[in-house]
């Protein structure tokens, strides 16, 4: 009877956001806090608890540390991009590609949770604290072959159908016909690789991005500018997402090279930067950056763990043990990315 009840009772409707709200409670604030969960916050946390955006390229222990921030009292976000330049391009990818479930719920939930991030953002400018404490940002580098590597293993079995839909395009073979998804692989980083590495990314990456656009308008498929995208997303992420949004330099800190963590700040944040190999060791700084004592994270979405990673780390491997890998891989550790983080040193 009770859950009958409840099923014919009429559902209450969305509070209108022009009703009055409970004194001290901004309206802006509290309409973006609508959509903040989706970003990871816990919904249970009291609104007085401080906020910490991780935000960072992905694939750097990022889940497990938001899960330990959260655990030590904090409202701590996550995301991969909040720059308006990174939803353009999400969107795009979005609007291009062949509807599936993916790019139906993941992706589009990706980019609610950038746009409601990137208000809130824009709020702490504006307003510089709320309730008297500064918009805490932890982000992470990563050595960026093994971040590929790491990061196209993550997506594999939503990226898998577009690369095989990709080959069979070249093949010229009707929609339904069987192709191996993993030779399919290799054929797409047998063109991804070379181009990148002739576009010399280490003395920027527009040439890489414009080529491989170019390929695409040709043959009618994203799958070519969205890998080349990944391989060097990593060489540009902090220009496009850190310093605009904070005015923080990160890679002009000679300490990030040097001790694998950099801290600043300004009126509305303050930044904590630091290497993903050395993150244990610096476990401490972030227990300081923070202001709790014995701050620890525990392993979560750990690469090796996952079902695609024996089939397919072999196959990324091998395509940087080619000569054009070679040359690629000391194109990206060679980048002004690269040498900041001192990831230069590794060749």
Not at 203 to 223: F, H, P, Q, S, W
């Amino acid at each position: 009877m009770k859950i009958l009840r409840r099923l014919l009772k009429p559902k209450k409707l969305k509070r209108d956001l022009k009703a009055p709200l409970p004194p001290g409670i901004d309206p802006t604030l509290s309409a973006i806090w609508r959509y903040l969960p989706g970003t990871g916050r816990p919904r249970k946390t009291p609104r007085s608890a401080p906020d910490v955006l991780i935000l960072q390229i992905g694939k750097v222990a990022s889940l497990a540390l938001q899960d330990a921030v959260n655990r030590y009292g904090f409202n701590a976000m996550h995301s991969h991009a909040v720059s308006p330049q990174s939803q353009h391009q999400q969107l795009d990818f979005v609007l291009a590609m062949q509807p599936n479930p993916w790019s139906a719920y993941s992706m589009m939930d990706v980019l609610v949770q950038a746009t409601a991030l990137h208000q809130l953002l824009k709020w702490y400018q504006r307003h510089k604290t709320r309730d008297g404490h500064r918009l805490k940002v932890i982000t992470l580098t990563r050595e960026p072959v093994a971040w590929y590597c790491s990061a196209f293993i993550q997506i594999w079995t939503h990226t898998a159908p577009g690369i095989a839909d990709w080959w069979r395009r070249r093949l010229n073979l009707p929609d339904d016909a069987t192709v191996d998804p993993v030779e399919a692989l290799r054929q797409l980083l047998a063109e991804a690789v070379p181009l990148v590495a002739a576009a010399r990314p280490s003395l920027g990456c527009d040439a890489a991005r414009a080529e491989a656009n170019r390929r695409a308008a040709m043959d009618g498929n994203m799958i070519v500018p969205y890998e080349v995208d990944r391989l060097i997303r990593p060489l540009d992420w902090f220009a496009n997402e850190i310093q605009p949004q904070f005015g923080f330099d990160v890679l002009a800190a000679p300490a990030l090279a040097k001790g694998g963590v950099v801290r600043m700040e300004n009126e509305f944040s303050e930044l904590l930067a630091l290497r993903y190999e050395d993150l244990t060791i610096n476990m401490p700084e972030i227990g300081r950056f923070l202001g709790v004592a014995d701050f620890t994270i525990d392993r979560r979405n750990v690469t090796e763990d996952k079902s695609a990673a024996t089939e397919i780390m072999p196959v990324l491997k091998g395509a940087f043990a080619t000569p054009e890998g070679r040359v690629l891989a000391h194109e990206l550790r060679h980048s002004p990315y690269g040498k900041a983080c001192g990831y230069d040193r590794l060749d």
